[in-house]
């Protein structure tokens, strides 16, 4: 022992080295794994099993939820939708069966409002929808079509493009008088013609169409009119003032409000009553207000003609007949309109021609002869009275011209016989 550490003895040491018999042991196992041959295939070595880790947040997963919840949704919607325009009912109220006019121009969306008007339809979009879905949004057709609140807005849009009730055509001609034109719509309608006159002098019908006039006299206007056979008497005659309010706005450029619509109708009237040519209806108007300013008598032909019985050639003795729609006799405008005046007329008198004309006289060929003084108006008259008596004697058949200014001449004494023409003394 040395420095007090004890030595282990060689016997108690562990021996490294491997022992004769180990060694042995190893070479015959050497020698066993050279000579066995192999007997079949060589198994591949198991596959690495996968580590098991934590389970992490499943960002993978969410694009898919997300799109597979947004399709759940949207087809959702797509049946629901399906359902509010392809099978319920248009109004969840109670069931209404109203008809329903759809005019020449007129839009889906105009359509659409008028439905809910009515309460066929609770939501005009419903049927905007519908039309656009199915590409129905410029097929509807203009008439009348007899519609169910029970319907959905696709039935609906189906029956707007076919079932329409065949609708009735009547034209009403320009400068016919209020009691004609009634009698016309009343006939071709299948209306009553009395209950009709009655309603155009009711004040409180006339009220009710917004206007402010006495009566409805020269303001049925003249045009062609599509009547179904569910209008009414009062269905009919609000077409035809809606018509005339609708002309007397485009040509006010809205101002309609402002203008007296009597005194336009009834100065109009005489104008329709007296123009051939529509390039000359602007300078007669201007002729009359001309002598409306300087207070002058209007001395127009087609009023006295409004007096008589019926349409003939005036006679000197007709022109002292008392009323006031005599204007040979009293100043100023009548009472009211003579007739329906169209819209050549009526645009004449809210833009008369600038002159300052005071007379016109018919040269026979529907144009007239303008004068400013009281002396050109009689030259012209003689001209024209001298060529009539001359046609009376049977002068002026030598010739082809002058067989030409008999025919206008004949033709000026029709339109005068028929209140058409103008005589101004």
Not at 119 to 137: E, N, Q, S, Y
Not at 165 to 170: I, Y
Not at 237 to 243: E, G, T
Request: aromatic share 6%; hydrophobic share 40%.
């Amino acid at each position: 022992m040395e420095g007090g550490r004890t030595h282990p003895h060689p016997r108690d040491r562990p021996d490294s080295r491997p022992t004769a018999q180990a060694h042995n042991r190893q070479e015959r196992l050497d020698a066993e794994q050279r000579t066995v041959p192999a007997v079949g295939p060589i198994l591949p070595a198991p596959a690495e099993q996968p580590v098991l880790r934590p389970h992490a947040p499943l960002r993978f997963r969410r694009p898919i939820f997300w799109g597979a919840l947004a399709l759940a949704l949207l087809l959702l919607g797509v049946g629901k939708g399906w359902s509010w325009l392809a099978r319920d009912p248009s109004w969840a109220g109670e069931r209404v069966v109203a008809k329903l006019l759809v005019r020449p121009c007129m839009t889906l969306r105009q359509v659409a409002d008028e439905l809910h008007g009515l309460h066929l339809l609770d939501k005009p979009v419903r049927l905007l929808f519908a039309a656009r879905l199915l590409g129905g949004d410029r097929a509807i057709q203009e008439g009348v079509f007899i519609l169910d609140s029970g319907m959905s807005p696709k039935a609906m849009l189906r029956q707007l493009r076919v079932f329409s009730v065949p609708m009735l055509k009547v034209r009403i001609p320009e400068g016919g008088r209020t009691a004609d034109v009634v009698g016309q719509l009343a006939r071709e309608a299948g209306r009553d013609s009395l209950l009709m006159m009655q309603l155009v002098r009711d004040t409180s019908f006339v009220r009710l169409l917004g206007l402010q006039v006495p009566d409805l006299e020269g303001l049925l206007f003249p045009d062609t009119y599509f009547l179904s056979p569910a209008d009414d008497e009062r269905a009919i005659l609000f077409k035809a003032v809606s018509r005339f309010q609708k002309v007397i706005d485009d040509l006010a450029g809205g101002a309609q409000d402002s203008l007296d619509l009597r005194r336009i109708a009834t100065l109009a009237s005489i104008v329709q009553a007296e123009y051939q040519l529509a390039g000359e209806a602007d300078t007669i108007a201007a002729v009359y207000l001309n002598r409306l300013k300087v207070d002058m008598k209007l001395q127009a032909d087609p009023t006295v003609q409004y007096l008589l019985p019926q349409s003939r050639r005036l006679y000197l003795k007709d022109l002292s007949i008392d009323s006031p729609y005599n204007t040979y006799r009293y100043t100023g405008l009548p009472p009211g309109p003579i007739g329906s005046p169209g819209r050549v007329a009526l645009a004449a008198v809210l833009n008369p021609a600038r002159c300052d004309y005071l007379y016109f006289v018919s040269r026979g060929d529907g144009s007239h002869d303008f004068s400013v003084s009281y002396g050109e108006h009689l030259r012209a008259r003689q001209t024209l009275d001298a060529l009539r008596a001359r046609l009376d004697a049977g002068e002026l058949a030598d010739s082809a011209s002058q067989l030409e200014s008999a025919a206008r001449l004949e033709q000026a004494a029709a339109a005068r016989d028929s209140g058409q023409g103008r005589r101004t003394p």
